[in-house]
T-cell receptor, first 116, second 112 residues
Framework: DQQVKQNSPSLSVQEGRISILNCDYTNSMFDYFLWYKKYPAEGPTFLISISSIKDKNEDGRFTVFLNKSAKHLSLHIVPSQPGDSAVYFC???????????????FGKGTKLSVKP | NAGVMQNPRHLVRRRGQEARLRCSPMKGHSHVYWYRQLPEEGLKFMVYLQKENIIDESGMPKERFSAEFPKEGPSILRIQQVVRGDSAAYFC??????????FGPGTRLTVT
């Protein structure tokens, strides 16, 4: 039973256009959501996060939207650049250990290809 | 500021041997997490440690796997009597405070 789902294994976008990556979750106890970017043979790199008390967080070209009622979040990248081509993982935490510490539950990832 | 360091980056072991994976967290980070990634899968939580304490090992197989984070030195993930199914990428992450975790480059274990 996957608690975090990324239903699109891949996405192809033209350079300069918007990339929208989607993520759904089932556990209402999740209180924090994160997006990571991963290149082959490297570790995941933290990109952006959002608390469950917010519905939007923006950092430069990256914006994450959270719809709690739908248990859905999305990552928007605009404008997309060829260097954004990577696998993007959605992750969620329930802060179960206290002090905002909690293990992350990951989706299976979406491979983004940005074509020049 | 050095990031999370892991070594070795690649490790080949024969079935039945032991594998030792090391992780040095970012400076000042006292929270360490280990995750495993199988091909075409997301990362799966294994164990959460603080200095000298295992806080949660619920994601780690009960047999053959162990982890430690001593007062001095790196965190170690140890796999005894490896089997082919242990072949995966193992990632360590560290955290200071807050939810964000910062990952190392991973150790790719291949069991032949």
């Amino acid at each position: 039973d996957q608690q975090v789902k990324q239903n699109s294994p891949s996405l192809s976008v033209q350079e300069g256009r918007i990339s929208i990556l989607n993520c759904d979750y089932t556990n209402s106890m999740f209180d924090y959501f994160l997006w990571y970017k991963k290149y082959p043979a490297e570790g995941p790199t933290f990109l952006i996060s959002i608390s469950s008390i917010k519905d939007k967080n923006e950092d430069g070209r990256f914006t994450v939207f959270l719809n709690k009622s739908a248990k859905h979040l999305s990552l928007h990248i605009v404008p997309s650049q060829p260097g954004d081509s990577a696998v993007y993982f959605c992750a969620a935490s329930d802060g179960r250990y206290g002090g905002s510490q909690g293990n992350l539950i990951f989706g299976k990832g979406t491979k983004l290809s940005v074509k020049p | 500021n050095a990031g999370v360091m892991q070594n070795p980056r690649h490790l080949v072991r024969r079935r039945g041997q032991e594998a030792r994976l090391r992780c040095s967290p970012m400076k000042g980070h006292s929270h360490v997490y280990w995750y495993r990634q199988l091909p075409e899968e997301g990362l799966k939580f294994m164990v959460y440690l603080q200095k000298e304490n295992i806080i949660d090992e619920s994601g780690m197989p009960k047999e053959r796997f162990s982890a430690e984070f001593p007062k001095e030195g790196p965190s170690i993930l140890r796999i005894q009597q490896v089997v082919r199914g242990d072949s995966a990428a193992y990632f360590c992450a560290s955290s200071l405070q807050g939810h964000e975790q910062y990952f190392g480059p991973g150790t790719r274990l291949t069991v032949t």
